[in-house]
């Protein structure tokens, strides 16, 4: 595993570092976008299902339309997960470290970049738990991307997407198993998911955020 781990960093160290973010370089050559009218009616749909579903602290998987997310979800093992973040419910953004470092992007603009996303819940926390956690990851802002952790060699005042997730729950603390590398697709193993958007091509999807306009009872319901 870890001699995966170490050849799918090295294709995503090589292809990321010149374009400067992994969380937005490059198009996919996977995943493709439905049009443009439907594609933000899902935007809108998901932003305020994130919203309604996701608590502080709470841990927000995505795969990308970026050729990066391509390189990240086809060699490693599990879900079809390429970056993960965290939500800030009091101040309504998402946190994350990407190229640029450790920082704050509005709910709407990190949903936009993506073909799905899960909210998920670290197993056995709190909300008091989570929200330390926030705190904890709030204090890392302005942190630079840990990119030799992509190789194995973690920098302790850096972080990468996953790892900066993952220690915001103290996982030694708790006697989690923390792999060398930490990929995306390594964090549903220690949590569950509270929510999950469905992709973007997947047509009922599409048709409840055309539909969702005109049904005011679906506000509500949230």
Known sequence: MRGKHLALISSVAAIAAPIG????????MVVKRPQPATDTAITALWADEIRANAEDGDWILSRSYSFVGDVITGMTRGDDWSHAAMYDKEHDVIIEATGDGVHETSVESFVRRNYHLAVMRPGGTTAAERRAGLERV?????????WSGLIGFDDPDRFTCAELILWSAEPERRGWHVPII??????????????????RDD????LLARSAPALPFLAAAR
Do not use: E, H, I, N
Request: proline content about 5%.
């Open 21 to 28: 973010g992994m969380a937005c370089s490059g198009q996919s």
């Open 138 to 146: 709030r204090g890392k802002m302005g942190t630079k991307y840990d």
């Open 182 to 199: 930490v990929a995306p697709s390594d964090l549903p193993k220690y949590g569950q998911v509270v929510f999950y958007t469905g992709t």
């Open 203 to 206: 047509r009922d999807v599409q």
